[in-house]
């Protein structure tokens, strides 16, 4: 669970590589949740799995306010005929700009 409450923009981003053998029929979607998985929103989608890096890249408050409950998933969805699917996630990054709460954003504190 992440806290974002005391920015006022937020950015998730990665570097994804997925592969869907010999059929394209399945996907990989990146979600957010910003009540503690209650509910959850798509953020991205890659649906062309031939065995290429990717970089995803989106604004988390696109989604819902910056909460204290911020979730993150990645699925992986093997849907269709039976095939290989494989998933790599590198890189994960979420930074937080402009900080509303001034002190919750000392330098270097993300657990204040």
Avoid: K
């Avoid at 990665?14 to 929103?41: C, H, P, Q, R």
């Amino acid at each position: 669970m992440l806290d974002l409450s005391g920015f006022s923009s937020a950015t998730f981003s990665a570097w994804m590589w997925f592969y869907d053998g010999y059929l394209i029929d399945d996907d990989v979607t990146v979600d957010v949740s910003t009540n503690g998985g209650a509910t959850w929103a798509a953020a991205a989608t890659l649906a062309d799995g031939r065995s290429a890096w990717r970089y995803v890249e989106f604004p988390i408050e696109a989604f819902g306010a910056l909460t204290s409950q911020v979730r993150i998933r990645v699925s992986a969805s093997d849907v269709g005929f039976n095939s290989v699917m494989e998933m790599l996630v590198d890189d994960v990054r979420v930074v937080g700009f402009g900080c509303s709460q001034p002190s919750d954003c000392l330098a270097g504190d993300m657990d204040n």
